[in-house]
């Protein structure tokens, strides 16, 4: 499978991103953000990091920048686009999802792991994910999701809420919510699908002496999914 | 504006000094010319009143590839792997801005380590704020912790450990040393000696501001109440930037454009291209018009004193001008040349056309002056005689649940959950532990790191606590499972025109100087910070000390946490029962006399090789240092980590329980051994002549000691997990 993972200027979990999808034997390149097109991959990963400084608003600059319109017109075409963290941020941006994310409940940087609960396994990431509960990582400032009413009636209808901040035994409550996100919503997907955006980081889980194992189940399953 | 000995004053410069640089010059300088004095005369740059006595310092051994002098010191890690490390402070600008202050403390470490050539894998710090009552604190802390993961998260290098304390002789000056630590292929390290004549200089980075002119001088004076009034002087940090500047860097550093390359730090301009030049005994000629500007008109005066942040100065090979351009272009980042290196051994400036400033380089460098001030020794106070009777009255469990929700000792998980540990995806043991740790990318290796400092044990005996920080450092490495190699310093210390400060200042140096030198744990890099002292009253001494170690098969790695049920708990080293000084004395005694707890250098060597053994050869599986609060807080820190109880085993003979419990006895380890690894643990113990004691077994939920104690460890998670976030919300 192969992928390709975009370089903003600011971005800092490209090379994770890199290290993780080579880990588990997705083809991988690297496509800087002025280039006007993006090799040809089966999924394209927006990294976590401060895009252009996340200056204006988290996301936002990085959703105007050249090879947008590409990964637009990819995930426009059924192809598998994957935003962790600021990645998720500039997909909202760039309206490929839908909401926005803002500033955590309690106004600090987070740096921990949660537990976050997979809602939807009819998609192309968690379909036959042997787990429902998965222990990642989260490290932002600004998680906390929200949209509007109707946005939020057409998630559930759609059953586009992708993952949800819950306890160790599944329990959905503000105590398991770190950072007011409505819903406790961790992930979002697009209409379709293909497009998934999170706040945590997979990458950063993937083998036992790191924070935990359970971003491995993650990227393995992409990859089971296409074969 | 004329100069005449008033403006010199207000410059920070002492009157003897500017009658010295009349004589030197032969005129009078001008206005930009004493500028430029003031900046490289100043504490800061000139280390004017500590050089003597750093010159003394252990700096050499077999690891070491550079050691003091240059932007950061580099030790060998093997297989062509180095690692690029310092400590700094940022201090007098953190009280007056703490957000601005600490963000751009650590955005100047970073600058120094990639400045070498290295990549940056991991950041500490070692904050310090006065007393929890007093009003600022709680505001100076929350702007510190933002200031450091502001810039730290964005830039995305990991936060692995840090030290947060609390003490009153802080309330008018906190302390903020960052440290970073940098992985570069041994043959690839960058220097800032210039070489060669006609070498184009090159600026790169942020445009230059008006933001934290005059900077070092503050830096190099004490407080008063107009303090406020300096804001200005303090930099404004762009970490977005930093982050570009970073890459653009290490994309050049790839080939051999680069002759010498420095940042520019404290006093900017002036300072970076003075010593470039002096290490290289060159010359440099600058034409001011050429430096990129953020704000318009601005003298050559305000040019060469800016400290706006994320800026580099390069001596570059020639004709690779365009070649560099390019890359710096392609991260949207400033490129300009602005001069070339003379063999006139002066700086020279020019702006619009005309020469501002013409001084022979030797005057700035080594010609500073150096002052060998006067200090007075500490003598050891007398040891306490505690009136154990007094004890009786106090409950083993309230004492530890008391110690446990210390300020110094509690929990410090508020403050490191805003700080990204775990980004570059190698951090493989996080804040909150004896020390960081993280792996050497690709590789098997894994670098230790700790900072550590005991403020009053060097108050107290700073000979004493110079060697015990030194030792505590170690004593941290090991207990990770690493090989301490070499230290960075950041000595913040009080007003070294005052005999008391300069003693301290003098003793503490010794006292590191003895023990790395015994431990043979070099100091390769550092800084002095002095003048933390507001209207005459200044801070308690606090050299700060980073260690480096490394474990070459990160597999090997301890952690403290208690593992499993029915394993045997040993303390390895000797309790004798120090109360004097320790947080026992304080907190239940409310006693703060009498000296620190003996350092024996024989000891922490030669227990900490034991250790090594025991933890190369697996037998142990959990380990931790015994520090602040003696024994039963450092195995109470264990129980809560690993969510186990213990079984203590009754004291043996006349043994008294609060001193067994919470004396604070230097060289000491609390490990956790299987049963089957028993035999031979105590074959290794005997081996190397080790005393040790059979402290008790990993058993169920509770601490138990006889009748004394039967604490679930819920209950001490609850009152050592806390206290830190209650006190920022109330």
Redesign the interface.
């Known amino acids: 499978m192969r992928s390709s993972v975009i370089i903003f ?2 971005s ?2 490209d ?2 991103m890199d ?2 999808l080579r880990k588990f034997g997705f083809k991988n390149q690297m496509v800087w953000h002025n280039d006007k097109s993006i090799p040809k991959s089966d999924l394209i990963v927006l990294p ?3 895009s ?4 204006l608003r988290c996301g936002s600059i990085a959703s105007k920048s050249k090879i947008i319109k590409s990964v637009i017109d990819f995930a426009n075409s059924g192809g598998l686009v994957l935003g962790i963290c600021n990645g998720f941020q500039i997909l909202t941006e760039t309206g490929l999802l839908k909401g926005i994310l803002q500033q955590n409940k309690f106004l ?5 792991n949660v537990f976050v609960k997979v809602k939807d396994k009819q998609n192309k990431y968690f379909k036959d994910l042997k787990k429902d509960l998965l222990e990642l ?1 989260i ?1 932002h ?1 600004e998680g906390n999701y929200f949209c509007s009413d109707d946005e939020l009636k057409s998630l559930e209808d759609n059953n586009q809420i992708a993952v949800t901040y819950c306890g160790e035994d599944g329990t959905e409550d503000e105590t398991t919510n770190p950072n007011g996100a409505i819903k406790n919503i961790a992930g979002i997907f697009n209409n379709n699908k293909n497009v998934l955006g999170m706040m945590p ?1 997979p ?2 889980m ?1 083998d036992k ?3 935990g194992e359970d971003g491995s189940l993650f990227f393995k399953n992409i990859i089971d999914n296409f074969k | 504006m004329e100069v005449t000995e008033a403006v010199a004053i207000d410059h920070g410069l002492k009157k003897e000094e500017f009658s010295k640089i009349c004589e030197l010059l032969n005129r009078t300088p001008n206005l930009t010319e004493l500028a430029i004095f003031s900046a490289m005369w100043n504490e800061h740059c000139s280390y004017k009143s500590s050089r003597k006595h750093l010159k003394k310092m252990h700096t050499k051994g077999k690891q070491v590839i550079q050691g003091p002098g240059e932007n950061a010191g580099v030790i060998d890690i093997g297989d062509d792997d180095a690692i690029v490390f310092k400590i700094e402070s940022h201090n007098h600008p953190s009280f007056i801005e703490p957000y601005q202050g600490a963000a751009t403390g650590v955005g100047g470490i970073m600058r120094d380590v990639f400045t070498m050539g290295a990549r940056p894998i991991a950041n500490l710090n070692s904050i310090h704020f006065g007393s929890p009552q007093h009003k600022k604190t709680r505001n100076l802390l929350r702007g510190v912790v ?1 200031g450091i ?2 810039y730290g ?4 290098v990991p936060t692995i450990a840090g030290q947060t304390t609390f003490d009153e002789s802080y309330n008018g000056n906190i302390l903020v040393n960052a440290m970073t630590l940098g992985l570069v292929n041994k043959n690839k390290i960058f220097y800032s000696k210039a070489a060669g004549l006609d070498k184009p200089v090159i600026y790169v980075g942020s445009k230059t501001g008006r933001d934290g002119i005059h900077g070092a001088s503050m830096a190099s004076a004490t407080f008063d109440d107009k303090i406020e009034e300096k804001k200005p002087t303090v930099q404004v940090g ?4 930093e ?2 500047l970073l890459e653009a860097c290490l994309e050049l550093m790839a080939d051999n454009s680069i002759i010498a390359i420095q940042d520019m730090g404290a006093a900017g301009l002036t300072s970076s291209s003075v010593e470039m030049a002096s290490k290289g005994n060159l010359g440099i000629e600058l034409n001011l018009s050429e430096v990129p500007c953020r704000e318009e008109k601005m003298t050559p005066y305000e040019i060469m004193l800016s400290e706006s942040q994320e800026r580099m100065l390069i001596v570059l090979e020639k004709g690779k001008e365009e070649h560099a351009k390019k890359i710096f272009d392609k ?2 980042l400033d490129f300009a040349v602005i001069g070339k290196t003379t063999n006139s051994k002066k700086i020279q400036l020019i702006f619009d056309n005309k020469k501002v400033a013409e001084i022979p380089i030797d005057l700035l460098a080594e010609n500073a002056p150096i002052y060998d001030r006067p200090w007075k020794k500490t003598k050891l106070p007398q040891k306490l005689k505690f009136d154990k009777d007094e004890f009786k009255s106090l409950k083993l469990p309230d004492c530890l649940k008391k110690i446990l929700s210390n300020s110094n000792i509690s929990d410090k998980k508020w403050i ?13 043991q ?1 804040p909150g532990g004896d020390a960081g740790v993280v ?1 050497v990318h690709g590789t098997n290796k894994a670098v230790a790191a700790s900072v550590d400092s005991s403020a009053l044990y060097c108050f107290s005996h700073p000979l004493t606590g110079g060697k015990q920080i030194v030792c505590e450092s170690y004593r941290n490495l090991i207990s990770v499972g690493a090989k301490p190699i070499a230290i960075t310093n950041c000595l913040n210390f009080g007003n070294p025109e005052k005999e008391k400060n300069m003693g301290e200042f003098v003793e503490c140096v010794e006292g590191i100087t003895e023990a790395s030198k015994y431990l043979d744990f070099p100091v390769v890099s550092g800084n002095v910070s002095f003048y933390n002292e507001t209207k005459d009253k200044g801070i308690k001494p606090t050299p700060t000390i980073g260690g480096v170690g490394l474990i070459s098969d ?2 090997q790695m301890l952690t403290m946490d208690f593992k499993t049920e029915g394993n045997l708990v040993y303390v390895i080293g000797k309790t004798d029962g120090h109360l004097d000084q320790s947080i026992f004395a304080r907190e239940l005694l409310n006693e703060k006399k009498g000296p620190p707890p003996t350092v024996n250098l024989f000891n922490e060597k030669n227990i900490g090789e034991t250790l090594l053994d025991l933890s190369r050869k697996n037998l142990i599986v959990s380990c931790h240092d015994v520090s602040l609060g003696g024994i039963l807080t450092a195995v109470s820190k264990m129980c809560i980590k690993g969510k186990k109880g213990i079984k203590i085993n009754s004291l043996k003979g006349l043994t008294n329980k609060y001193e067994y419990f919470f004396g604070e006895d230097q060289a000491r380890y609390i490990v956790e051994i299987p049963r089957a690894s028993l035999k031979k643990v105590i074959e290794i113990l005997n081996k190397y002549s080790v005393h040790f004691d059979d402290l008790g077994i990993i058993d169920g939920n509770s601490i138990k000691y006889n009748d004394d104690i039967n604490l679930p460890i819920e209950e001490l998670a609850d009152a050592h997990k806390y206290w830190l976030k209650k006190y920022m919300d109330s």
């Open positions: 200027p600011g800092n979990c090379r994770d290290v993780a976590g990091g401060f252009y400084g996340d200056y600090n940087f987070i740096c921990r990582h490290a400032n980081h990458e950063r993937i002496y790191l924070s | 933002k993961g502001g998260n964005c830039i995305g762009d970490p977005f930037t982050k570009l991260w949207n490191w959950d805003q700080y990204d540990h775990t980004v570059m995806g190698d951090t493989i996080k792996r990160y597999q």
